[in-house]
């Protein structure tokens, strides 16, 4: 049975984690894709063999004393009318800085809730590659009392993108330098007026 949390409940979480939104979209990425009225759901794909359900609610995935590049990962989950979807649910989990999946514990493993416009960010790293796959994040996304959108999201201009058969132009995220970092902004778009 999903767990639907209050908005207060979730709140709460996010401020006892040091979450805010206040600076966070203040980034020069364009949304991706661009909604408009009646636009096609973000592309389905499979979950991959990693998947672990009870993620840590968190917005920091960074591991301490990891030396991978720091990814800032934003957007919005809107419905197919463009309306922000508040407290959807956005879960994400990766490869690590060795191409290695954390099936024991959650490393690089997390979830958090949009806030009241639909928003989300998360802070990790960048992936490493391993043996047939670019690089790549994979994630779940669910609105309230709605079904799961599972999908993944890639990065621009990897070699790997061409030699993938997974690979999806749709799913490739916005990149921007940020310092030492990377920006990275995705909207999904889900099946939902």
């Not at 999806?168 to 310092?179: C, F, S, Y």
Request: with cysteine.
């Amino acid at each position: 049975m999903p767990f639907y949390p209050t908005r207060r409940g979730v709140l709460g979480t996010l401020a006892a984690t040091g979450f805010a939104f206040d600076d966070a979209f203040a980034q020069p990425l364009t949304p991706t894709p661009q909604c408009h009225d009646g636009d096609e759901p973000t592309i389905r794909q499979s979950e991959g063999p990693y998947f672990k359900p009870s993620s840590p609610l968190r917005v920091d995935l960074l591991e301490p004393n990891s030396k991978a590049r720091r990814v800032q990962l934003s957007g919005q989950v809107l419905t197919r009318s463009c309306q922000p979807v508040p407290q959807a649910l956005v879960d994400l989990w990766h490869a690590d800085e060795r191409g290695e999946y954390d099936s024991a514990g959650f490393r690089y493993r997390g979830h958090l809730f949009t806030d009241a416009e639909g928003r989300y960010r998360l802070h990790t790293i960048l992936p490493a590659l391993y043996t047939g796959r670019t690089r790549h994040y994979h994630v779940k996304v669910q609105a309230p009392r709605q079904g799961v959108l599972t999908t993944q999201l890639y990065f621009p201009d990897e070699p790997m993108n061409r030699r993938d058969g997974l690979f999806r132009h749709e799913l490739v995220m916005r990149m921007a330098e940020a310092g030492d970092g990377l920006l990275a902004r995705f909207d999904f778009v889900l099946d939902a007026r």
